[in-house]
């Protein structure tokens, strides 16, 4: 079983919709949680970063955490074509960017 | 320029025959990481550089894999012998110190392919 997992789609929605992605992990242990976005042949860039249980909100993108389910999610309101990319959950225990857990990456599609 | 650069952007080479991948990182940047991202998965620690020194090298796959940044700025890793299976992107990454994953910063990749 990985350390984290995440489904890798590919998901569609329409322009306007509200996405919702989940990982969910094993390891107790993680406190750190991050969500990235990768555009094809570039490499990831951070979208959102949360310690620990809670939500996290930053213009268009809630990220929640819930420690006790192991579960965590990135939502998108008001999704737009430019958000069409890869987007990877990424976990560590402690806040050093050294070993990093990445889940597969879920693809996502937009369409006008 | 501003951001993580690595060369060469893509590179196939024969089985068995030694690549070198470099990358420069963001001006100022002390810590340093490399990645692998193979097809559909998921980027996977190497190693990660704070100035010079190799502080944990825990995700290099095996004695072929090695990695040095002899200045503290410019990073190169090396792989002896490639195998088909070493085919991926490798990914690095720099951020002002070892602080929290919010100030890492990836390169573009390098996309190794092993024919």
């Known amino acids: 079983q990985k350390e984290v997992e995440q489904d890798p789609g590919p998901l569609s929605v329409p322009e306007g919709a509200i996405v919702s992605l989940n990982c969910t992990y094993s390891n107790s242990a993680f406190q750190y949680f991050m969500w990235y976005r990768q555009y094809s042949r570039k490499g990831p860039e951070l979208l959102m970063y949360t310690y620990s249980s809670g939500n996290k909100e930053d213009g268009r993108f809630t990220a929640q955490v819930d420690k006790s389910s192991k579960y965590i999610s990135l939502f998108i309101r008001d999704s737009q074509p430019s958000d069409s990319a890869t987007y990877l959950c990424?976990?560590?225990?402690?806040?050093?960017?050294?070993?990093?857990?990445f889940g597969t990456g879920t693809r996502l599609t937009v369409i006008p | 320029g501003a951001g993580v650069s690595q060369t060469p952007s893509n590179k196939v080479t024969e089985k068995g025959k030694y690549v070198e991948l470099r990358c420069d990182p963001i001006s100022g940047h002390t810590a340093l990481y490399w990645y692998r991202q193979s097809l559909g998965q998921g980027p996977e620690f190497l190693i990660y550089f704070q100035g010079t020194g190799a502080a944990d090298d825990s995700g290099l796959p095996n004695d072929r894999f090695f990695a040095v940044r002899p200045e503290g700025s410019v990073s190169t890793l090396k792989i002896q012998r490639t195998e088909r299976g070493d085919s991926a992107v490798y990914l690095c990454?720099?951020?002002?110190?070892?602080?929290?994953?919010?100030?890492?910063?990836f390169g573009e990749g390098s996309w190794l392919t092993v024919v």
């Open positions: 990424a976990m560590s225990v402690g806040p050093g960017a050294n070993n990093l857990f």
């Open positions: 990454a720099s951020s002002l110190n070892r602080g929290a994953g919010n100030t890492i910063y």
